[in-house]
């Protein structure tokens, strides 16, 4: 993931990679609230973000980054490596703001993603959601992973691989 936020002439503008998730309908879109002073622009590429800061501030330094999984919870087993995730059927599940974004890190550990569930950033579980996410990742023979702050907010023995990531440049 690479991203950079910056002020234009007192407005805020923020440049993030976009991970192609179909709520972009041009390559650059941007979105702003009705009379705020900040603009989110989704690019899909850090080359990208690199030339729309040429055009607006181009003595601004940028860094790239990107999350990578730095470990997995796997349960009745505990903490794995992240490698535990290659070639591992997945059933991804989350409440994040772009889950395009979970879905491609697990895919760059090389987890099959057998199917998703994606609800609202911040997204507070029911039982019932729970159930129907284990029920549709053993139909479909993955096991269920989620984000570290998905994690918290589900019960205890919940039986849900959780995956922390880091950030490296």
Request: net charge negative.
């Given at each position: 993931h690479c991203g950079r936020a910056f002020d234009v002439g007192g407005r805020k503008v923020f440049l993030s990679k976009s991970f192609n998730d179909g709520s972009d309908g041009l390559p650059v879109s941007q979105r702003r609230t009705p009379g705020s002073r900040f603009v989110l622009a989704f690019v899909h590429s850090c080359a990208d973000i690199e030339r729309q800061l040429d055009g607006v501030a181009p003595k601004l330094q940028v860094f790239v980054s990107r999350l990578r999984p730095?470990?997995?919870?796997?349960?009745d087993d505990g903490w794995k490596e992240?490698?535990?995730?290659?070639?591992?059927r997945v059933f991804a599940f989350a409440g994040i703001g772009r889950p395009g974004g979970f879905e491609a890190t697990l895919g760059d550990a090389g987890a099959e993603i057998a199917g998703t569930r994606w609800f609202p950033d911040h997204h507070t579980y029911a039982?019932?959601?729970?159930?129907?996410?284990v029920e549709r990742a053993a139909a479909a023979s993955a096991v269920p992973v989620?984000?570290?702050?998905?994690?918290?907010?589900?019960?205890?023995?919940?039986?849900?691989?959780?995956?922390?990531?880091?950030?490296?440049?």
């Amino acid at each position: 993931h690479c991203g950079r936020a910056f002020d234009v002439g007192g407005r805020k503008v923020f440049l993030s990679k976009s991970f192609n998730d179909g709520s972009d309908g041009l390559p650059v879109s941007q979105r702003r609230t009705p009379g705020s002073r900040f603009v989110l622009a989704f690019v899909h590429s850090c080359a990208d973000i690199e030339r729309q800061l040429d055009g607006v501030a181009p003595k601004l330094q940028v860094f790239v980054s990107r999350l990578r999984p730095s470990r997995v919870f796997v349960p009745d087993d505990g903490w794995k490596e992240s490698d535990v995730l290659e070639g591992r059927r997945v059933f991804a599940f989350a409440g994040i703001g772009r889950p395009g974004g979970f879905e491609a890190t697990l895919g760059d550990a090389g987890a099959e993603i057998a199917g998703t569930r994606w609800f609202p950033d911040h997204h507070t579980y029911a039982d019932n959601q729970l159930s129907e996410i284990v029920e549709r990742a053993a139909a479909a023979s993955a096991v269920p992973v989620t984000t570290a702050k998905d994690a918290v907010k589900l019960p205890d023995g919940a039986g849900v691989w959780v995956v922390e990531v880091a950030v490296e440049p």
